[in-house]
T-cell receptor, first 117, second 115 residues
Framework: SAVISQKPSRDICQRGTSLTIQCQVD?????MFWYRQQPGQSLTLIATANQGSEATYESGFVIDKFPISRPNLTFSTLTVSNMSPEDSSIYLC??????????????FGEGSRLTVL | GNSVTQMEGPVTLSEEAFLTINCTYT??????LFWYVQYPGEGLQLLLKATKADDKGSNKGFEATYRKETTSFHLEKGSVQVSDSAVYFCALSEGRGSTLGRLYFGRGTQLTVWP
């Protein structure tokens, strides 16, 4: 399994500011993922963060808005830049751990609930 | 493309009632299918999974069978408990092993079980 800690767990932010969310994993993992869960909506993948390379962003998400760092195999940050009320969401960090049958399992942090006023 | 359509909630049941939450999917290949659960105040947890057609995933009394012919992965439990109250997400991935991670989620179904 994997234990994932996210900070902050929740925050209230002003329009136009930026906030950085931290994700710490209790073991080394190659791939880390950032998801967004907007109110009443499904989870959507923002980007994949691999250590030692640039993050790969999904359609509709750009690096200027959601810069990601991945300095080592246990840590990543996601910044939500120049926030607007539409960015009010839960942001979740996740990692994949391969298992003996190589089917893999995705583990999630508890999420960071951001409210932008 | 890939997508998951999940039964709209909320679902409200009495304890010991039978539960079905419908989930259908669209995929370009042969995906793995998952049910995740989010208990109040907690993160997402994997409930069960199935990696190929006709596989049945099961855990904590919940079951779901991967039906390729109907592109479905309905979640069932014969007798729900108050402690099953949570949000349930159906998801699929075309990845395997270390390439797993790009999940497509349904919108989630809120289940409330009354004593």
């Amino acid at each position: 399994s994997a234990v994932i800690s996210q900070k902050p767990s929740r925050d209230i932010c002003q329009r136009g500011t930026s906030l950085t969310i931290q994700c710490q994993v209790d073991s080394q993992v190659t791939m880390m993922f950032w998801y967004r869960q907007q109110p009443g909506q499904s989870l959507t993948l923002i980007a994949t963060a691999n250590q030692g390379s640039e993050a790969t962003y999904e359609s509709g998400f750009v690096i200027d808005k959601f810069p990601i760092s991945r300095p080592n195999l246990t840590f990543s940050t996601l910044t939500v830049s120049n926030m607007s009320p539409e960015d009010s969401s839960i942001y979740l960090c996740s990692v994949v751990k391969a298992n003996p049958t190589n089917t893999g399992e995705l583990f999630f942090g508890e999420g960071s609930r951001l409210t932008v006023l | 493309g890939n997508s998951v359509t999940q039964m709209e909630g909320p679902v409200t049941l009495s304890e010991e009632a039978f539960l079905t939450i419908n989930c259908t999917y669209t995929a370009t290949g042969y995906p793995s299918l998952f049910w995740y659960v989010q208990y109040p105040g907690e993160g997402l947890q994997l409930l069960l999974k199935a990696t190929k057609a006709d596989d049945k995933g099961s855990n904590k009394g919940f079951e779901a069978t991967y039906r390729k012919e109907t592109t479905s992965f309905h979640l069932e439990k014969g007798s729900v408990q108050v402690s099953d109250s949570a949000v349930y997400f159906c998801a699929l991935s075309e990845g395997r092993g270390s390439t797993l991670g790009r999940l497509y989620f349904g919108r989630g179904t809120q289940l409330t079980v009354w004593p």
